[in-house]
């Protein structure tokens, strides 16, 4: 591949191999002149990614291919740094975008030669121009997640274990492919300390950006359990004692150790219990600490599984999130999960 191919294309791995063996370019020397443009651009793609949804490669950033080619591993580097999951997912996906609008008027040499650094096994319909034959497993493993109609295997043309594709079809599936490489190179978090102070100044400055950007997706961070994203099991625990109704055994064992694993402090656990008609004070204190660790063998109580609690006639009926969960305790990062998701996806519609 030319290095305009690299530039166009930079998450490959013989661009890789042009930057490491061609140039050597190290983090600590993106502090120097030399390099400021490769700095510049790199910032512009991420601004791109969470201003446009979509890293911008035209003409005017060919005109340095070298620079082009730097700034990717460099702002795939700085998304590393910042380390916040959802801009992970934002940037990559920014960047699969501008991948899939060359990829799908490319020629077919470079999109077979492109699918198969992906891992996506195709190879040209001979029968239609412009059309491809993918592996179905492959097909499977990208295309699931898509909604529409037309992406179900059930609709697909499926002939010995290979679904004809057109090249945009294709291109698409790339983009998903290319998403989730480019996530994965985000994944490992670097210190600022491994740049130079100009570029980490400049990386909290882009932080910062993240944050006010992030805020207005509406994105709640799991800090601490809270009304909004407690199972229904432990809502309707926590509604009848306020109500003033007698909690059984069971249901005070899962709601004691629910809200202790959660991070409450004993005297927040005992401040509900309170309204209790039973409320023995010094009799609750001991209950709650011990199952806390706080007495005894200091061992913490976990609270029981789903399918116990459904055996003890504890559990009111699930949500469509406790479908997707085993214990109570998975409940609040699967809500702010498919949250996420949710706000994630309107966030990046055009």
């Not at 909604?147 to 090249?167: A, D, I, P, S």
């Not at 190179?185 to 910062?208: C, D, G, N, Q, Y």
């Not at 600490?289 to 459904?310: N, V």
Request: hydrophobic fraction near 35%.
């Amino acid at each position: 591949m030319s290095v305009l191919r690299y530039a166009k294309y930079p998450f490959l791995r013989e661009a890789a191999s042009f930057v490491s063996e061609q140039l050597d370019l190290q983090l600590k020397e993106l502090g120097s002149e030399e390099f400021r443009p490769v700095v510049r651009r790199a910032k512009q793609r991420i601004m791109q990614a969470l201003r446009q949804r979509k890293v911008a490669v035209d003409s005017g950033n060919l005109v340095d291919y070298v620079s082009e080619v730097l700034s990717f591993p460099t702002a795939v580097a700085i998304v590393s740094a910042i380390n916040d999951p959802l801009l992970r997912s934002v940037y990559s996906l920014s960047e699969a975008k501008a991948a899939y609008e060359n990829l799908k008027d490319e020629d077919q040499k470079t999109i077979l030669a492109i699918s198969r650094e992906i891992g996506i096994r195709a190879k040209p319909t001979t029968a239609l121009a412009h059309s491809f034959d993918l592996n179905v497993e492959d097909y499977l493993r990208y295309a699931t997640g898509f909604h529409e109609k037309k992406w179900k295997l059930v609709n697909r043309k499926l002939n010995r274990g290979m679904v004809q594709l057109t090249q945009q079809e294709l291109a698409r599936l790339l983009q998903e492919a290319i998403q989730r490489h480019i996530y994965q190179k985000t994944a490992i978090p670097l210190s600022l300390e491994a740049f130079p102070e100009t570029v980490s100044s400049e990386i909290e400055e882009l932080r910062k950006n993240w944050e006010k950007i992030k805020g207005t997706m509406g994105i709640k961070e799991i800090v601490k359990d809270d009304e909004t994203n407690r199972p229904p099991c432990i809502r309707r625990m926590l509604e009848n004692l306020s109500k003033g109704e007698h909690l059984s055994h069971s249901e005070r064992f899962a709601l004691t150790t629910y809200l202790a694993n959660a991070g409450h402090s004993i005297e927040e656990i005992l401040g509900l219990y309170s309204s209790s008609p039973d409320f023995n004070a010094a009799k609750t204190e001991y209950q709650v600490r011990h199952l806390a660790g706080e007495m005894g063998s200091r061992t913490r109580y976990k609270p029981p599984r789903c399918s116990t609690m459904k055996t003890q006639g504890i559990c009111p009926g699930g949500d469509s999130i406790c479908q997707k969960i085993r214990h109570p305790l998975q409940y609040p990062a699967a809500k702010i999960g498919e949250e996420r998701r949710r706000k994630e996806v309107e966030w990046q519609k055009p």
